[in-house]
C-alpha cells in the first residue's frame, strides 16, 4: 500500500495570509490526524478527523482548523498567519478504530516570514 | 492534562553500548502506548507498540519496551546500539479510548551513536 502523502512538502508564507495543507491516508484508513512539530514545543496534536467528522482538538487558537472529505483525504488550513507557525505539519492516518495505529507522512514545512 | 516525560533529552552512546530511554506518563486508564524514530532526513516510523497483554513488547532493529503500569512507564531498550541508531526517539500515548486518534507525545530523545 501507498503510504501516507502530503502536499505540498514546503511552502514560504508572510504573515497574515493563509495557508492550505493536503493529506492523503493510507487506502482504507478513516481516520486523519494532524500535529504540529516545533523545536520549542515538540510535536503537538492539532486535530483528528474520522468519517468527515472532526473527532478530537488539541489546544490550538481557531485560526487552526481542517476538514475531511469523503474518501478520507484531509485538508488543514491557517488563517492569518503568524512568525510562530512556522513549523513542520506532520498528517497521520489510521484505520480510525480503537487500539491502531498511526501512520506518519513525511510533513509539510511552512516557513512564515 | 495528561503529559508524557522523556527523562533523556540527549543521549550519547558509543557502538555496542546498551539503551535505556525513560518514559512516564501522567495519565491511570486506559493506554495505548508506542515509541516512534525520526532518523534524519525521514519521517516518523513505528518502532513498537503495546496495546494490551505480555508488557514486554519488541519491535522492529532489536528494540523492546516494558510496560510497568505501577510505574506509569514504558521505557524503551536496545542491548546493543549500532550508529545507525543515531536518531530522535519520541514516546506517545492515547489515554482512553475516546481518544483514539489523539497521540501525546514527549518532548523526544536525541540518541547519538559514535562509531
Known amino acids: 500500500k501507498a503510504g501516507v502523502t502530503q502536499t505540498p512538502r514546503y511552502l514560504i508564507k508572510t504573515r497574515g495570509q493563509q495557508v492550505t495543507l493536503s493529506c492523503s491516508p493510507i487506502?482504507?484508513?478513516?481516520?486523519v490526524s494532524w500535529y504540529q512539530q516545533t523545536p520549542g514545543q515538540g510535536l503537538q496534536f492539532l486535530f483528528e478527523y474520522f468519517s468527515e467528522t472532526q473527532r478530537n482538538k488539541g489546544n490550538f487558537p481557531g485560526r487552526f482548523s481542517g476538514r475531511q472529505f469523503s474518501n478520507s483525504r484531509s485538508e488543514m488550513n491557517v488563517s492569518t498567519l503568524e512568525l510562530g507557525d512556522s513549523a513542520l505539519y506532520l498528517c497521520?492516518?489510521?484505520?480510525?478504530?480503537?487500539?491502531?495505529?498511526?501512520?506518519f507522512g513525511p510533513g509539510t514545512r511552512l516557513t512564515v516570514l | 492534562a495528561q503529559s508524557v516525560s522523556q527523562h533523556n533529552h540527549h543521549v550519547i552512546l558509543s557502538e555496542a553500548a546498551s539503551l535505556e530511554l525513560g518514559c512516564n506518563y501522567s495519565y491511570g486508564g486506559t493506554v495505548n502506548l508506542f515509541w516512534y524514530v525520526q532518523y534524519p532526513g525521514q519521517h516518523l516510523q513505528l518502532l513498537l507498540k503495546y496495546f494490551s497483554g505480555d508488557p514486554l513488547v519488541k519491535g522492529i532493529k532489536g528494540f523492546e519496551a516494558e510496560f510497568i503500569k505501577s510505574k506509569f512507564s514504558f521505557n524503551l531498550r536496545k542491548p546493543s546500539v549500532q550508529w545507525s541508531d543515531t536518531a530522535e526517539y519520541f514516546c506517545a500515548v492515547i489515554h482512553g479510548s475516546s481518544n483514539t486518534g489523539k497521540l501525546i507525545f514527549g518532548q523526544g530523545t536525541t540518541l547519538q551513536v559514535k562509531p
Open positions: 487506502s482504507g484508513h478513516r481516520s
Open positions: 497521520a492516518s489510521s484505520p480510525g478504530t480503537s487500539s491502531t495505529t498511526q501512520y
